[in-house]
C-alpha cells in the first residue's frame, strides 16, 4: 500500500464507529434507512464493528462503502479523546460527534498535501507543502474545544491556493487540441465515452452517472470530484491527481480501467 493511502486512511480497529454514529444519512440508493447525526446505526455492533460489513452493497448501503475519513476517526478516537469511547463517556458523546467532521475536512487535507509532496511538479513548493503540513498536523492534536473553534474554511483556502498552482503545473505539461472540460459544463450523465481529456481540471465537478468509458484521463485534477456512477471501464486515470479510493469506490469500471498506483481496483468492479 502506498505511503499517502497508508498513513490517511481509516483504521477502524482503532475507532469507536464515529461515522457509523456521528454522521447523518437519508434513505436513498446508498442507504436503505434515515438515520440522524448522533445516533448510532442500527447496524452498528456495541464492538463498533458493522453486522453487514461484506454485504453492504447488496443490503443497500452503498454509501458506506464509499466514504472515507482519511485516518480521522482514528485520529479522534486515540489523540484527541485519547482512547475514551461513546458508550463509557455519555458526557463527551456530543463534542466527540462534533469534532469528528471537522477532523475529517483535516485529515482529508492533509491526503492531499501529502500526495503533492510527492509529486515531481511540486519541487518549487515543497518549503510551502511542508509548512501547511505541519501547520494541519498540529491542528488535528488541538484539544476537542480549539478544533470546535477552528475556521476550517480559511485554512482550506490557503491548502487549496496551493494544491491549485501545483495541479496547474502538472497539467500545463500536456498540450493536447481537444475540447476543454470544465465544470461549468453540465457534466452529469455526459456523454464522454472515449475523449481525450488529459490534463482537464475537473475540480469539484460533477461527474455523476458521466459516460467515460475509454476516456483518457491522464494528469487529470479530480480534487472534490463527485463520480458517483460514472463509467470509468476502460479509461486512462494514470497520473491523475487528488483522486481517492472513496471516490473510485463511487465509480463503475473494470479491469482495464488504468488507476493511479496508490489506488486499487474495487472488488464491486471485478465481481
Ligand atoms: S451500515 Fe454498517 S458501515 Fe454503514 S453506517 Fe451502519 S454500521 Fe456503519
Known amino acids: 500500500m502506498s505511503k499517502i493511502v497508508e498513513d490517511y486512511k481509516a483504521d ?22 434515515n438515520k440522524d447525526g448522533g445516533t448510532p446505526c442500527k447496524n452498528l455492533q456495541k464492538d463498533y ?10 443490503k443497500g448501503f452503498k454509501g458506506c462503502t464509499v466514504y472515507e475519513c482519511f485516518g ?20 463527551e458523546a456530543q463534542v466527540m460527534f462534533e469534532v469528528f467532521p471537522k477532523m475529517q475536512q483535516l485529515h482529508e487535507m492533509l491526503y492531499y498535501l501529502k500526495e503533492a509532496l510527492g509529486l515531481e511538479e511540486s519541487r518549487p513548493y515543497l518549503t510551502q507543502l511542508k ?30 491556493d496551493l494544491l491549485l498552482k501545483i495541479s496547474e ?48 484521463l491522464r494528469s487529470s485534477d479530480f480534487i472534490g470530484v463527485d463520480l458517483r456512477n460514472a463509467d470509468l471501464r476502460g479509461a486512462n486515470l494514470t497520473g491523475s491527481i487528488f483522486l481517492t479510493q472513496a471516490q473510485v469506490n463511487a465509480a463503475k469500471g473494470d479491469i ?4 493511479p498506483p496508490q489506488l486499487n481496483i474495487p472488488h464491486h468492479w471485478v465481481e
Open 72 to 91: 480521522a476517526g482514528q485520529k479522534v478516537s486515540q489523540v484527541t479523546f485519547r482512547g475514551k469511547n461513546w458508550q463509557e463517556h455519555p458526557e
Open 12 to 33: 477502524c480497529e482503532n475507532c469507536f464507529g464515529l461515522c457509523c454514529v456521528a454522521l447523518p444519512y437519508a434513505k436513498s440508493a446508498d442507504f436503505a434507512f
Open 131 to 160: 509548512k501547511a503540513m505541519l501547520e494541519t498536523e498540529r491542528l488535528t492534536e488541538l484539544s476537542p474545544t480549539a478544533i470546535l473553534e477552528l475556521d476550517i474554511p480559511r485554512h482550506r483556502m490557503g491548502v487549496s
Open 169 to 216: 503545473d502538472v497539467r500545463s505539461k500536456i498540450r493536447r487540441k481537444t475540447t476543454k472540460v470544465t465544470k461549468t459544463m453540465g457534466l452529469i450523465g455526459a456523454n464522454l465515452k472515449g475523449a481525450d481529456l488529459r490534463g482537464s481540471n475537473f475540480r469539484g465537478a460533477l461527474l455523476i452517472a458521466a459516460d467515460l468509458r475509454k476516456a483518457d
Open 49 to 58: 464493528r458493522c453486522r453487514i460489513h461484506s454485504d453492504l452493497r447488496k
Open 256 to 259: 482495464h480501467t488504468k488507476l
